[in-house]
């Protein structure tokens, strides 16, 4: 089954060149099926980048996904245009009585930060408490990860003085659990930040299941018991070359940024790029709308609304044992 997107979203042309099964809105509707809706909150300056990549893996699922793109209010974009913004974009304001079967929040870089000194805070914590009632499933990635694990667990980020950059060894820790399902004991996932989460500050917190973790990287795919809550701390997303654009883009800028680990081959960017974790990351986002939006939504969301949220709220106390981490 195809993405659906919009038409005109500079994603669908890339995606249509990639050989990538997407479908407009238009022709969706003409099909007896529903689509699973998911919002992806955007927060990162290359947003159309940044959608071209997320639309990638979501992409590569059989089933049909409707997405959503979400910007904020109280922040303007330096690196997007307007045009692209009121075309493709809306606001928490706009749909904020709707149901989702999933959400994305996306990295920023703004990691030496502290979050409440983000200009758009306010706004990401009133998403924050959008979805406790009205998403079924979300996936916070990379600083969005940190936000929400400091926002719903108090769990701080610590800013390192060197960056975290490159592709790392990871290994799965709890293989039964259905987000890693078919993952390799060994696999590789891309990091690029300045900001940490310690494993002793995650394993404070019972509810929290650390999947997979790194000895260079440390905690890299975090989950609450229903799949309600998932944390990813790297970038599975990333496109062979993003880490390759970063690099060089603080080089001609003069910055004494390092060589991305374990990425080009023998650490010489004069090489080729060693791209070895697409497979695992079509893995992560096919098992996340497997599992955990098209197995436990209900058919029907517009049943939820009209003053049906008790039911919406009960939905989400049950953990479905085909969900449940068996480890």
């Known amino acids: 089954m195809p993405l659906i997107i919009p038409d005109q979203l500079p994603?669908?042309?890339?995606?249509?060149?990639?050989?990538?099964?997407?479908?407009?809105?238009?022709?969706?509707?003409?099909?007896?099926?529903?689509?699973?809706?998911?919002?992806?909150?955007?927060?990162?300056?290359?947003?159309?980048?940044?959608?071209?990549?997320?639309?990638?893996?979501?992409?590569?699922?059989?089933?049909?996904?409707e997405?959503?793109?979400?910007?904020?209010?109280?922040?303007?974009?330096?690196?997007?245009?307007?045009?692209?913004?009121?075309?493709?974009?809306?606001?928490?304001?706009?749909?904020?009585?709707?149901?989702?079967?999933?959400?994305?929040?996306?990295?920023?870089?703004?990691?030496?930060?502290?979050?409440?000194?983000?200009?758009?805070?306010?706004?990401?914590?009133?998403?924050?408490?959008?979805?406790?009632?009205?998403?079924?499933?979300?996936?916070?990635?990379?600083?969005?990860?940190?936000?929400?694990?400091?926002?719903?667990?108090?769990?701080?980020?610590?800013?390192?003085?060197?960056?975290?950059?490159?592709?790392?060894?990871h290994r799965t820790l709890r293989p039964h659990n259905p987000l890693v399902r078919g993952f390799d004991e060994l696999f590789y996932a891309p990091h690029s930040r300045y900001a940490i989460t310690r494993k002793e500050d995650i394993l404070k917190h019972p509810e929290l299941r650390i999947l997979a973790e790194s000895e260079e990287a440390g905690p890299h795919i975090i989950s609450t018991e229903n799949g309600r809550q998932i944390f990813v701390l790297g970038h599975q997303e990333y496109d062979k070359t993003t880490l390759a654009d970063e690099y060089f883009r603080d080089i001609n800028k003069g910055l004494d940024t390092p060589v991305p680990a374990n990425y080009f081959r023998n650490d010489d960017p004069k090489q080729e790029i060693m791209f070895r974790w697409r497979g695992h990351a079509s893995l992560l986002f096919s098992n996340w709308l497997n599992y955990y939006l098209y197995q436990a939504t209900p058919y029907n969301l517009d049943d939820l609304r009209d003053g049906k949220e008790d039911a919406w709220r009960e939905a989400f106390k049950d953990e479905d044992s085909i969900l449940g981490d068996r480890d």
């Open 67 to 169: 997405m959503q793109l979400v910007g904020m209010d109280m922040h303007t974009s330096r690196h997007t245009s307007q045009e692209h913004l009121l075309s493709f974009y809306t606001t928490l304001e706009q749909f904020k009585e709707e149901y989702f079967d999933g959400m994305i929040i996306t990295g920023s870089p703004i990691e030496t930060l502290d979050f409440e000194e983000a200009d758009y805070w306010p706004e990401l914590c009133e998403i924050f408490e959008f979805a406790k009632t009205h998403v079924y499933s979300n996936m916070f990635i990379c600083w969005g990860a940190q936000a929400a694990m400091y926002y719903y667990y108090g769990i701080p980020k610590i800013v390192q003085d060197e960056k975290l950059f490159g592709v790392f060894e």
């Open 11 to 65: 994603a669908a042309g890339a995606l249509k060149d990639e050989n990538i099964f997407t479908m407009t809105g238009a022709r969706a509707a003409s099909q007896d099926i529903r689509p699973l809706k998911v919002i992806i909150v955007n927060l990162m300056p290359t947003k159309i980048a940044t959608e071209t990549q997320l639309a990638r893996v979501l992409a590569n699922s059989p089933l049909q996904i």
